[in-house]
């Protein structure tokens, strides 16, 4: 993968939220790292995480019938955000480019030392350590058959 293009709502890069786990994988090769957080018996939810030390991203998958691209979460400082360096953005600049580009739903949240900023409009987080950006976390939602919602 050589484009870290954040869409909120839409993808990271060349990977579209809805793609499917072997498509990826045919994509992207093998992870580094990868688990099943299932919780198939008590809440029927599936997720499998997959771990691209090289990329310092991680890719969540949803869906039992076909598990797809459902949550990035990126510690990639090349990574762009609407024509920016997102990791170059202080939480001012987060805000004020976040709302630019017409998402409003914003939550603020300081947990265990950390910063979060959240639009839940966009279901992305970004998350900060002091004024550093540490992470960005974005997703959709998506159905048991991998159809996002």
């Known amino acids: 993968m050589k484009n870290f293009v954040i869409e909120p709502l839409k993808g990271f890069g060349e990977i579209p939220f809805g793609m499917s786990l072997d498509d990826a994988v045919k994509m992207l090769g093998s992870p580094n790292y990868y688990e099943e957080l299932s919780d198939m018996e008590e809440t029927g939810n599936r997720s499998i995480y997959y771990e691209y030390e090289d990329l310092e991203t991680n890719i969540y ?17 090349d990574a762009i955000l609407y024509g920016t360096k997102a990791f170059d953005l202080n939480r001012a600049e987060v805000i004020e480019l976040m709302r630019e580009n017409g998402f409003k739903e914003l939550e603020e949240e300081d947990e265990d030392g950390e910063h979060r900023i959240s639009f839940e409009d966009a279901l992305i987080d970004f998350f900060y350590d002091g004024d550093k950006m540490t992470a960005i976390s974005w997703g959709v939602l998506v159905d048991d058959q991998g159809n996002i919602i």
Do not use: L, P, Y
């Not at 598990?67 to 400082?77: I, L, P, Y």
């Open 61 to 77: 998958f949803e869906g039992i019938t076909k598990s797809v691209a459902a949550c990035f979460e990126t510690e990639n400082h």
